[in-house]
């Protein structure tokens, strides 16, 4: 059974960092695609970043130059480092596994994800 566990949200200014990690299992790295998803109040989850097996990643525009997708093996970690931030990232963010085993990452849409952590809570104040 798939477990995801996310830590390392909090609350910083506008223009602070923080680095969100999902503790997977290490196997998952190898195998699927895995993304971070953010979702203000009222809003949809939307896809922020992917990495993929082969470690190839993609960004929302919004968030490109500011956040970066990475995977420990030896940890067997998921991190997302969120630089220069602004109170429109405010939100749960969540790692999530994609649907099936793959060599690329299917799409940055909630709907191609199968496997969610339970989510951590970003609040940037301006």
């Known amino acids: 059974q798939v477990q995801l566990v996310e830590s390392g949200g909090g609350s910083v200014q506008a223009g602070g960092s923080l680095r969100l990690s999902c503790a997977a299992s290490g196997y998952l790295f190898s195998l699927y695609c895995m993304g971070w998803f953010h979702q203000a109040p009222g809003k949809d989850r939307g896809g922020v970043a992917t990495?993929?097996?082969?470690?190839?990643?993609t960004y929302a525009d919004a968030v490109k130059g500011r956040f970066t997708i990475s995977k420990d093996y030896a940890r067997n970690t998921l991190y997302l480092q969120m630089n220069s931030l602004k109170p429109e990232d405010s939100g749960m963010y969540y790692c999530a596994l994609a649907r099936g085993a793959g060599a690329w990452c299917p799409s940055r849409r909630a709907d191609d994800y199968g496997s969610w952590g339970q989510g951590t809570q970003v609040t940037v104040s301006a």
């Open positions: 990495i993929d097996p082969s470690g190839d990643t």
